[in-house]
């Protein structure tokens, strides 16, 4: 797994963002969180656009590549 990268899909949903957040605070501006989730990451992407200035909301991507599995990108400025 790329060193930027979590997989939360075997976590309880309440420690999802919790552990998400963490993450991404870790990384450096430019560096970019990818993150593998069971269902499409919207309320996550949502969340952040409205509380993390440091992310880069138009740089955002996420794609499914199976019914649960999703892996979306979350670049820091």
Not at 62 to 74: G, P
Request: hydrophobic letters at 35%; zero cysteines; aromatic letters at 10%.
């Amino acid at each position: 797994m790329p060193e930027n990268q979590i997989d939360v899909r075997d976590l309880p949903p309440q420690q999802r963002h919790p552990k998400i957040h963490d993450a991404f605070d870790d990384l450096e501006p430019g560096e970019a969180l990818t993150l593998v989730n069971d269902h499409d990451p919207k309320p996550l992407f949502y969340e952040f656009q409205a509380e993390v200035e440091s992310f880069d909301a138009d740089a955002y991507t996420v794609d499914r590549v199976a019914d649960d599995e999703f892996i979306a990108t979350l670049p820091k400025k």
